[in-house]
């Protein structure tokens, strides 16, 4: 008999002992899972943070006659549909409505895909000053908005954009945020070596940003993009000094709905709620989506 032939006794387990996970395994599973004082906390936090647009609509609800009351209500009317049909009118949110989608959606689309190309600029391109334009770049963010708003309307004046929407995007196109935002995720997101590697492939820069930097930069991307259409619909000063009633977007609606003798409260709050319905119509649509973006580059990194 050759010694190949040769066959070892293989140890039994021993009685009593079950093959499974390791105690460190088990005890990193345990953790995962979330004990009841978490729930409370959770739920607090919750509640605390629905208050507000709940009392909203509780507002949207009565009259204004019994909002003036006390204690105020704290449960829902039966007036919520006839006060919203009133501020839908008085207000004109009809084509608020749509201007605010386009204004909103234009923002986005172009904040996100400039921001996303600068940001790959200055995390993974070198050229020359570069560290000087980054620092320019952030240092636009100290600068408050008030103090460009007569020079911004000279300049959209002289081009004749007057109460048009272009004159709401235009100044908004790409912010300072967006692309440090962008660089900073881009730094540890995306290897060099993926872009050398695609570069020695015989990719276009055009092909490499398209195929590399996008598709590691969606998670970023997707929450960019739902906080600039969040201030982008709820942007207020510069549209009500652009714009006017004829031509507005849903703030600037909303505004007409107090310049009464006696401002009609439960009028206003139904207008409040109606301008917030399409973000949070959009956060249950696309929410599940960006969440799962997020934790898809937090495994991934």
């Given at each position: 008999?050759?010694?190949?032939?040769?066959?070892?006794?293989?140890?039994?387990?021993?009685?009593?002992?079950?093959?499974?996970?390791?105690?460190r395994?088990?005890?990193?599973g345990?953790?995962?899972?979330?004990?009841?004082?978490?729930?409370?906390?959770?739920?607090?936090?919750?509640?605390?943070?629905?208050?507000?647009l709940?009392?909203t609509?509780?507002?949207a609800?009565r009259?204004?006659h019994?909002l003036?009351?006390?204690?105020p209500?704290l449960?829902?009317?039966?007036?919520?549909?006839?006060?919203m049909?009133t501020?839908w009118?008085?207000?004109?949110?009809?084509?608020?409505?749509?201007n605010?989608?386009i204004?909103?959606?234009a923002?986005?689309?172009?904040?996100?895909?400039?921001?996303t190309?600068a940001?790959?600029?200055?995390a993974?391109l070198r050229?020359?000053?570069?560290?000087?334009?980054?620092l320019?770049?952030i240092?636009?963010?100290?600068?408050?908005?008030?103090?460009?708003?007569?020079p911004?309307?000279?300049w959209m004046?002289d081009l004749?954009?007057s109460?048009?929407?272009?004159?709401?995007?235009?100044?908004?196109?790409?912010?300072?945020?967006?692309?440090?935002?962008?660089?900073q995720?881009?730094?540890q997101?995306?290897?060099?070596?993926?872009?050398?590697?695609?570069?020695?492939?015989?990719?276009s820069?055009?092909?490499?940003?398209?195929?590399?930097?996008?598709?590691?930069?969606?998670?970023?991307?997707?929450?960019?993009?739902?906080l600039?259409f969040?201030?982008?619909?709820?942007?207020?000063?510069?549209?009500i000094?652009?714009?006017n009633?004829?031509?507005?977007?849903?703030q600037?609606?909303?505004?007409?709905?107090g310049t009464?003798?006696v401002p009609d409260q439960?009028?206003?709050?139904?207008?409040?709620?109606?301008g917030?319905?399409?973000?949070?119509i959009?956060?249950?649509?696309?929410?599940?989506?960006?969440?799962?973006?997020i934790m898809?580059?937090?495994?991934k990194?």
């Open positions: 008999m050759t010694t190949s032939e040769l066959t070892l006794p293989q140890a039994e387990p021993q009685a009593g002992k079950k093959r499974g996970p390791s105690r395994v088990m005890g990193a345990k953790q995962l899972h979330a004990g009841p004082v978490t729930y409370l906390v959770l739920a607090v936090f919750a509640l605390v943070s629905l208050a507000p709940v009392w609509a509780i507002a609800s009259t204004d019994r003036a009351e006390t204690p209500p449960w829902f009317g039966g007036n919520l549909f006839k006060n049909q501020a009118d008085e207000a004109g949110l009809g084509t608020a409505m749509l605010s989608v204004v909103a959606g923002i986005t689309i172009s904040t996100v895909l400039f921001s190309l940001g790959f600029a200055f993974k050229f020359r000053f570069s560290g000087f334009l980054l320019l770049t240092g636009t963010m100290m600068i408050p908005p008030q103090l460009a708003v007569v911004l309307y000279l004046a004749g954009w109460n048009q929407l272009q004159t709401v995007i235009l100044p908004t196109l790409v912010t300072a945020f967006g692309t440090f935002f962008m660089r995720y881009l730094v997101a995306l290897p060099s070596e993926l872009i050398e590697a695609a570069r020695v492939d015989g990719a820069s055009i092909r490499v940003v398209w195929h590399v930097v996008f598709p590691a930069a969606r998670p970023a991307m997707a929450v960019l993009g739902l600039t969040v201030f982008a619909w709820n942007d207020f000063l510069w549209p000094i652009a714009l009633q004829q031509n507005p977007t849903v600037v609606a909303l505004n007409s709905l009464g003798y439960a009028v206003i709050m139904a207008g409040a709620f109606l917030t319905l399409p973000l949070l959009a956060f249950i649509l696309f929410g599940k989506q960006i969440v799962g973006g898809q580059g937090a495994i990194g």
